[in-house]
């Protein structure tokens, strides 16, 4: 019986193990990794670009002053209004000059004494000099004469000092243009009073030319410095309003800041620009453009082909069927394009979509190659 069962186990047992067995034998082997990427293409070609480099900047006027009294009294007159124009030595505030004109009167009553005084002891002195020539006075009395000549001409030089300080406390009393330009608001208004330094009055700022600041880093500063040597073409330097409107007079580079930032590893840059028409106005920003090395036919690539990896760039170049990964130096980038300028050869074949699933060495399945498009500053 036990004979039996056994067999019947065995048989029922037997076409399973025979069914799992034939099933490994005849399975296809899979490998992922062979299997071929589809991708889409781009072949590398040459386009018309006016490479740009766009930097913040500020509008800053070339001559700035804060206007503040330097003599204390009341505010006696205000002769320009508020954002007027005004030219250099225009009259602008007025101090009361009533104390001031009295002490200046004063002090020029005080010299005439003083010179009176010297010239009598001058003449003293001429009278003592011939007598003692004869032995008619005594030594001493000589003496005493070219003292008091040295006393007087000390007097009229203190004087005088008095004359020159009243003179320059009644200048101070009344407030001129230092230079060509536009004032601001006034602070202030008739009947205020004021002290040295207090408070402020108004401020006066240049218009026209204008300079826009901006930063660059210390890598850059080797490009600029070059900038500044020989002429500079007048489309280097150009800068867009608000709503990417262009200004329609370039600019010039005047000067890079004396040092960089120990902090930031930055300098600034100045620009100067014609403002005829007062539309660059100080404290306004703009975008600064500056042309770079892209210029006329260069290699343009769609971005999406590009990866980054630590701070460098790669493409995936198409050699038969398989990628190759190919380190590029970019350059100005054009909405979806960029220029390549190291790395790449025209005629070469890159991957642009598909790119996620790539990897050195890959196998690929090429699509349709999509058409060039324009860069778009090229033209």
């Not at 124009?85 to 009259?91: A, M, N, P, Y």
């Not at 608000?242 to 300098?267: C, F, N, Q, S």
């Not at 620009?273 to 539309?279: A, C, G, I, S, V």
Request: proline share 6%; hydrophobic share 35%; net charge negative.
């Amino acid at each position: 019986m036990k004979r039996n069962l056994s067999w019947l186990v065995a048989a029922l047992a037997g076409p399973f193990v025979l069914i799992s067995c034939g099933g490994g034998q005849d399975a296809p082997q899979q490998n992922p990794a062979a299997a071929a990427v589809p991708v889409s293409t781009y072949t590398v070609a040459e386009e018309s670009v006016t490479g740009t480099d766009t930097y913040p900047g500020n509008v800053v006027p070339l001559k700035e002053v804060e206007l503040r009294p330097q003599v204390s009294g009341y505010i006696s007159d205000i002769y320009v209004q508020d954002g007027q124009r005004v030219k250099k030595g225009q009259r602008l505030y007025e101090i009361d000059q009533s104390k001031y004109r009295s002490s200046y009167q004063q002090a020029k009553a005080s010299l005439q004494s003083a010179q009176a005084n010297l010239e009598r002891q001058q003449k003293d002195l001429e009278r003592y000099e011939r007598l003692a020539e004869s032995e008619a006075i005594a030594r001493q009395q000589l003496d005493y004469a070219r003292t008091n000549l040295q006393t007087a001409q000390a007097q009229v030089a203190a004087a005088q000092a008095q004359v020159n300080s009243a003179a320059t406390d009644l200048g101070y009393a009344t407030i001129n243009a230092p230079f060509d330009g536009t004032i601001g608001i006034s602070q202030v208004r008739v009947g205020a009073q004021v002290s040295p330094g207090q408070p402020l009055l108004n401020t006066i700022s240049s218009t026209d030319p204008i300079a826009v600041d901006f930063v660059i880093n210390e890598q850059e500063i080797s490009r600029f410095n070059q900038l500044t040597q020989g002429e500079q073409p007048d489309s280097l330097f150009t800068i867009l309003l608000h709503g990417d409107k262009p200004y329609p007079y370039p600019g010039k580079l005047i000067v890079i800041d004396r040092a960089i930032g120990r902090r930031t590893g930055t300098t600034t840059v100045r620009l100067q620009f014609p403002n005829q028409d007062r539309t660059l106005v100080p404290g306004m920003t703009v975008d600064v453009r500056v042309l770079n090395e892209d210029i006329g036919e260069q290699l343009v690539i769609p971005y999406k082909s590009v990866t980054e990896q630590l701070g460098e760039y790669f493409v995936y170049v198409v050699q038969g069927d398989s990628v190759v990964q190919q380190k590029v130096d970019l350059g100005t980038r054009f909405g979806g394009e960029v220029v390549v300028r190291d790395g790449l050869e025209q005629g070469k074949t890159i991957v642009v979509e598909g790119i996620q699933k790539l990897r050195q060495g890959a196998k690929v399945q090429t699509g349709n190659t999509p058409p060039a498009q324009p860069a778009a500053a090229a033209k």
